[in-house]
Nanobody, 123 residues
Framework: QVQLVESGGGLVQAGGSLRLSCAAS????????MGWFRQAPGKEREFVAAINWSRRTYSADSVKGRFSISRDNAKSTVYLEMNSLKPEDTAVYYC?????????????????WGQGTQVTVSS
């Protein structure tokens, strides 16, 4: 079992920055892939970024150059640094754990999910 708790969401103006955190507990954090997904109202959940056990990172084209993912294994925490935010980044952001290190951006490959944190970007 893995428990995930996100924090750091909020309201920000376009062009601003936010940092999301996700604290994990329950399994050996350093051994699995962590990802961030988001879901806007009326839209499907979409992949944002992921970082695997060796710190290799992956990100969606829509956030490349603006968002970065990192992890602190000593704190069992993964971060999503979001810069140059746009109104279209508005969504509930979820962190998730892929215990099999599939390398897939598909949400179905992730085993555990946090409760989500709202990010709202005003124009």
């Amino acid at each position: 079992q893995v428990q995930l708790v996100e924090s750091g969401g909020g309201l920000v103006q376009a062009g601003g920055s936010l940092r999301l955190s996700c604290a994990a507990s329950g399994r050996t954090f350093r051994s699995y892939t962590m990802g961030w997904f988001r879901q806007a109202p009326g839209k499907e959940r979409e992949f944002v970024a992921a970082i695997n056990w060796s710190r290799r990172t992956y990100s969606a084209d829509s956030v490349k150059g603006r968002f970065s993912i990192s992890r602190d294994n000593a704190k069992s925490t993964v971060y999503l640094e979001m810069n140059s935010l746009k109104p279209e980044d508005t969504a509930v952001y979820y962190c998730a754990a892929d215990l099999r290190n599939s390398g897939s951006p598909l949400w179905a490959h992730y085993d555990y999910w946090g409760q989500g944190t709202q990010v709202t970007v005003s124009s």
